[in-house]
């Protein structure tokens, strides 16, 4: 009977070997578009849907500006958006505009086509990266059918957008350092732009940062590159001049006072800020929650513009317009109480840190259960057998993971044995996730998890480079060593 058992362990060690043998790049690239077409069908007859896709639940959003006045006045709310970078907002008023009758149509398929490039890009930069082509597909395929990634990509937000964008981008980095071709550049600066011009999160700053790796590594076209980076840079500079001229900050965002007194002066007790209200410590504003109605503020604003963007209390369906002008002021207030608290309380500010760090590691997609609704037994088992949670409101292999990956990608910037090409891409991708680990856990408190989504499938990649290094040294620890790669 051993005998007998060890043989069939045996055929099917050799089938298993033989398939994986067999499992080209071609064949998964393929697959890949078979599994999306396959299991996005599927997903659709179990009940998922595009929610929140109305005219008057985008408005709802704070991001959002009201879709009625993107409809009728679309580039002066455009121009006078001060709260959110610009490009998103007009992104949505184009789908409206276009398809009036449709829009939900419009952005399940526009999401779907994003999807469908973000899963091809994974997969072609895990086998581009060096991952045998077996892995790259399992890999692709686990992320793909994720809820993470269902979920966003039937959420019309910036969330999945900038993911995609990203992946993108060091994608067509990738196949500029190794082709030189300008259209492939192009793409990628255009794709920076992109995420900076949605996202405030991604400053100018990171912009410059990625243009200077790519500057820097690629010295012998360095014209190119500055012509390139010179325009990208104007491009989004332009909004932040847009802003300092009409509003008097330089920044893509009023909001960041706001978002930061989160994760500072409002992680107080309330009786505590109080007490620092009446020793006039802090001000007024320590007592009312950040992003509420202008009501609450008791500020009576004679704002002279006339865009409705700008000018309005209140967005057309009865939500507070966070983009009146009063809160350029309020938010500013809350930045000056937020720098006291850090002042004060530097102890406070990292244990805030420390709690905003935990909400990181959790599942992406935790607020977006009712997208995941008819998957809701689907999601609870794939969440226990690919992050072994939760433990104690705990995921580990999300921890894991993220700072392995993190670090992992950092230590093959300084891997001796593979060329500058090779080292540009890798320190463009090691940017990205210290900078999204950094400025996600320190300057906001609340939606981390959510945030995280934005460059999760660069962790998958990397962890998918880590998997196939771990493979061909035969350890754990060898791939840390960097004379083994």
């Not at 993108?168 to 492939?184: E, G, M, N, P, Q």
């Not at 690629?218 to 840079?233: E, K, M, N, P």
């Not at 002021?329 to 935990?358: C, H, Q, T, W």
Request: proline residues 3%.
């Amino acid at each position: 009977m051993i005998r007998i058992g060890r043989i069939g362990m045996d055929e099917i060690k050799n089938i298993a070997l033989s398939v994986v043998s067999k499992f080209t790049y071609g064949t998964g690239y393929w697959a890949i578009i078979v599994a999306f077409l396959i299991s996005r069908t599927l997903f659709h007859i179990l009940g998922i849907r595009m929610l929140w896709a109305s005219e008057h639940e985008l408005s709802i959003f704070w991001q959002h500006l009201d879709m009625e006045w993107l409809k009728t006045d679309f580039i002066r709310s455009l121009y006078y958006l001060h709260g959110q970078p610009p490009l998103f907002n007009a992104f949505l008023g184009l789908v409206i505009k276009v398809f009036p009758n449709y829009h939900a149509v419009a952005f399940k398929i526009i999401y779907a086509v994003i999807g469908l490039c973000l899963y091809m890009g994974l997969y072609v930069l895990s086998c581009r990266f060096g991952v045998r082509a077996w892995l790259s597909f399992i890999v692709t395929l686990v992320f793909m059918i994720s809820p993470s990634a269902i979920a966003y990509e039937n959420w019309p937000r910036y969330t999945y957008v900038v993911a995609s964008f990203l992946l993108l981008s060091v994608y067509f980095l990738d196949y500029y350092i190794a082709h030189s071709r300008k259209r492939y550049l192009l793409a990628f600066c255009v794709l920076i732009a992109s995420v900076a011009l949605s996202r405030s999160a991604w400053h100018l700053v990171w912009v410059v940062a990625s243009l200077g790796i790519v500057a820097h590594g690629l010295r012998q076209r360095y014209r190119i590159i500055a012509i390139s980076g010179l325009v990208t840079v104007l491009l989004v500079g332009s909004v932040y001049i847009k802003n300092y001229y009409e509003f008097g900050f330089f920044g893509t965002s009023s909001w960041i006072g706001m978002n930061v007194s989160r994760i500072t002066t409002f992680m107080l007790p309330l009786d505590e800020r109080a007490k620092l209200v009446s020793a006039g410590v802090l001000s007024r504003y320590a007592l009312i929650e950040p992003f509420s109605p202008l009501e609450k503020y008791a500020i009576n604003d004679e704002s002279g513009y006339g865009a409705a963007a700008i000018r309005e209390r209140h967005k057309t369906g009865g939500g507070a317009n966070l983009n009146n002008s009063a809160y350029i002021e309020i938010s500013r207030r809350y930045m000056d109480d937020a720098k006291r608290f850090v002042f004060l309380y530097p102890g406070n500010y990292l244990k805030s840190v420390s709690i905003a760090l935990k909400r990181y590691m959790t599942i992406s997609s935790s607020h977006l259960h009712r997208v995941m609704e008819p998957l809701a037994g689907y999601e609870s088992v794939f969440n226990a057998v690919f992050f072994w949670g939760p433990i104690r409101n705990i995921y580990p292999v999300i921890w894991i993971s993220v700072l392995l990956t993190t670090a992992y990608s950092v230590r093959r910037v300084f891997v001796i044995r593979q060329d500058v090409h090779s080292i540009v891409t890798y320190r463009y991708v090691a940017l990205l996730l210290v900078y999204a680990d950094l400025i996600f856990t320190a300057l906001e408190y609340g939606e981390n998890n959510k945030f995280r989504f934005e460059v999760e499938p660069i962790f998958i990649l990397m962890l998918a480079v880590y998997i196939e290094d771990v493979i061909r040294c035969k350890s754990f620890l060898k791939p840390w060593k960097i004379s083994m790669l």
